[in-house]
């Protein structure tokens, strides 16, 4: 199988403007000598940068794994201006069935997850097949801060600043043939790393998809880290899929193929449940679950006894971007 290299003329020249690890970690210490505040919030951190593009509280780099500098987003409103769910939130209640189906699982056992050496193989209906290295996939574009809400089909929500590049940048690349309609992808499913895949609740690989267009639009990333680092194992290390105006779900964690095809792919939800997980899962306040409302959310972090629920938004509120794409479609039908 072809192994893309270095030299096969997918570099990306790396902006003047993204920090270089070293030259980060030095005004990280600088900042810890100094005692952080309002010296540290003029320094160009992630924090700070994120923090002035979108007028809220500035949010330090968490410092717990290998930095991953990102530019401000050069897609057009493709950020939330909400304040980030803080880290230890949105890194200790996650969804990552492979390691367990509480809340809570997947930071105690994801640490198991072997994530270097890490391929992503692309195949199916497109000119360019292959398998690349994650270390190519990382430089195919520029990484961009997207601060994007997550919303759970079960009704809970997070705002995260994801670090990543739009996937049709890798779309592009490998051109896919005339016949592709549909993208699947699929996720690492490995037994000996993931404790729960044995489990019955889901058939494993977890599977997704996508409608090319759902794939080729700007909104839809390639996401290799969070709050200006690394993800951690337990949020889809080493990448994953952030799709944000559809249920959390669709985003799938820790990526080994995506396959171009021609038939809508069955996606994992859908195989377990199909009257309640539709292939679109668009988040939709008007189309409730067949056993729950969708009308309303809990952002995680705000779950005091008088903390108030939040009116889930049309398409997660991603509508002037992306409801174009549903033009003319029953929502209620297809959802
Ligand atoms: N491989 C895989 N990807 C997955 C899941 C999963 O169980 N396995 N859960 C999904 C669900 S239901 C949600 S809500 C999000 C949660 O992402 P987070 O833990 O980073 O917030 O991941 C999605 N991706
Ligand atoms: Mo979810």
Known sequence: MLIRSHRSGFDHPLSSEITSRSVYEGRRELLRLMGGGIAGVALATWGSRQAMAQG??????PGKLAALPALRSSVAA???L???????????YNNFYEFGTDKADPAKNAHSLKTSPWTVEIEGLVKKPGRYALEDLLKLAAQEDRTYRLRC?????MVIPWVGYSLSELIRRVEPLGGAKYVEFVT???PKTMRFIDSPVLDWPYLEGLRMDEAMHPLTILSFGMYGEVLPNQNGAPVRLVVPWKYGFKSGKSLVKIRFTEQQPITAWNRAAAREYG?????????DHPRWSQAMERRIGEDGLFAKKRKTLMFNGYE???GQLYAGMDLKKFF
Do not use: C, L, M
């Open 78 to 80: 493709a950020s939330t």
């Open 82 to 92: 909400e304040q980030p769910t803080a880290y230890k939130d949105a890194t200790t």
């Open 153 to 157: 089909v079960e009704g809970w929500s």
């Open 279 to 287: 292939f679109f899962s668009n988040v939709n306040p008007n189309v």
């Open 56 to 61: 809220v509280t500035p949010t330090a780099r």
């Open 320 to 322: 002037a971007q992306v």
């Open 188 to 190: 690492q499913a490995d």
